[in-house]
């Protein structure tokens, strides 16, 4: 999970939608991470990842956050942080968690 600084909301438009979709599939094909599945709020988001390798998931994380934050900030012309912490993250170790996780995100 991934919460925006000070619950800001953060998709103004269509525009900042297909922008986060777009940061995503450049950072899965980039460090080969399987997205299952995601959910975003206005002001958080919730990411199904797969990867063989734990240091393409710390990897995908780093760049796709951050070229969303470079783009967006570029966009609004603002500075600073947008992303709130470090992002939270559960191994999924069951098909019984992993289907109420995927139910979760689909909703």
């Known amino acids: ?21 777009t940061m995503l599939n450049k950072a899965r094909d980039k460090y080969g991470v399987c997205i299952h599945g995601f959910c975003m709020t ?5 990411l199904i990842l797969g990867t063989l390798e ?13 070229y969303f934050t470079k783009a967006y900030n570029k966009k609004y012309k603002k500075t600073g942080h947008f992303w709130r912490g470090r992002c939270h993250s559960t191994i999924i170790e069951s098909e019984e968690y992993y289907m109420n996780i995927a139910f979760f995100t689909s909703n």
């Open 54 to 66: 734990n240091k393409n998931l710390s990897l995908f994380m780093q760049y796709s956050q951050g």
């Open 42 to 46: 206005n002001n958080h988001i919730h």
């Open 1 to 21: 999970m991934k919460i925006i600084n000070n619950r800001q909301y953060f998709f103004n438009d269509n525009e900042d939608f297909d922008l986060y979709l």
